[in-house]
């Protein structure tokens, strides 16, 4: 990976490949080079252009240009926002079919363009849009990344700072699972700082109770199809969760992040792609945290789990 350029290709520039773009510009420092791929190429050079005449104002100073898979010769990430969108009501994993299809025109070019980064995917269904990736492009594990439960994650801390009234930064909290229904939060591993929140649930002290705790989980779990239902479309919330992945991996910052890796031998799982914490840096995941999770979260964990290997198994590779 060339760490001094410095440069990321984004595939699709939709609602949420440029709330990653613009992002990226305004967080500044993150890379020098942005490249902006789209199958209709004159969309891609407005958005280009737009985001070049808002340099002035950014904090960083970078390239952004309209270019082609080529491009992605000397990336050190291509990121894949490419997809259908998901329409009110349906689940994520009903854009599993349509969405392959528009993967296999994507990741062959790449590959050919002899990239040798780390692609980091966010088009749902991401879980198995990620081992797509994977499978088709014949990349290492490591270097293969999906969105995961990123935003749900920052979802859920969002939510217990609420709860709690303390700065979501305080909360250390996952979703973990599949990016969809059956994801769930293993309230044992849940900290307020160094303190359970286990603990602080039982202290009859307090007014906190686990109810709370399910209302606020199922919360976490509904979100997109509320925001789906009142504009049509997710994309500020990944579109930052896709800037802040990319910033660990080319600041080698070795951030704990719930990204979609494949499992070998943890949680008691073998190649499936999934939300799990991890360790991300400069080669992509490092590390996958395993948490101790409880008989009843490791059940859950299972449900979750088999649900994307059912959806897998169904596809046409």
């Known amino acids: 990976m060339n760490t001094d350029k410095r440069k990321v290709v984004l595939i699709g520039t939709g609602m949420v490949g440029m709330s ?15 490249v902006l791929i ?10 280009a252009m737009d985001l070049n005449h808002g340099l002035a104002f950014a904090k960083s100073n970078m390239r952004i240009y309209a270019g082609e898979y080529k491009d992605c010769k000397d990336a050190d990430i291509v990121v894949i926002a490419a997809g259908v969108a998901q329409k009110e009501g349906e689940t994520r994993l009903d854009l599993l079919q349509r969405n392959t299809e528009v993967f296999r025109s994507i990741i062959n070019p790449v590959v050919k363009s002899g990239f040798d980064g780390i692609f980091l995917v966010a088009t749902n269904p991401v879980d198995i849009m990620t081992r797509v990736t994977y499978e088709l492009s014949r990349f290492g594990a490591s ?49 307020l700082a160094t303190k359970s929140v286990t603990e602080i649930l039982e202290d009859e002290r307090n ?24 504009k049509r479309a ?51 995941v ?24 059912d959806s897998f198994d169904g596809l046409n590779l």
């Open 143 to 191: 270097r293969v990344i999906g969105t995961g439960t990123s935003l749900d994650t920052a979802r859920l801390r969002y939510l217990l700072g609420d709860y709690f009234t303390v700065d979501p930064k305080n909360i250390h909290a996952y979703v973990i699972g599949e990016h969809g229904d059956s994801e769930f939060v293993p309230f044992s591993q849940v900290m």
């Open 234 to 284: 997710t994309y500020y919330g990944i579109g930052m969760a896709i800037a802040r992945i990319v910033k660990a991996i080319l600041g080698d910052e070795n951030s704990v992040l719930t990204v979609s890796a494949k499992l070998c031998g943890e949680y008691d799982s073998k190649n499936v792609f999934i939300g799990v914490p991890c360790i991300i840096g400069r080669n992509g």
């Open 20 to 34: 990653f773009a613009y992002a990226l510009v305004n967080q500044g420092g993150i890379c020098n080079e942005l």
């Open 286 to 309: 490092k590390e996958i945290v395993e948490l101790s999770l409880t008989d009843e979260e490791k059940e859950k964990f299972c449900k979750s789990r088999q649900v994307l290997e």
């Open 207 to 230: 007014d906190y109770n686990i109810d709370d705790m399910q209302s606020i989980e199922e919360q976490v779990r509904t979100s997109a199809y509320k925001i789906i239902k009142a």
């Open 38 to 47: 789209d199958v209709n190429k004159e969309r891609a050079n407005g958005e």
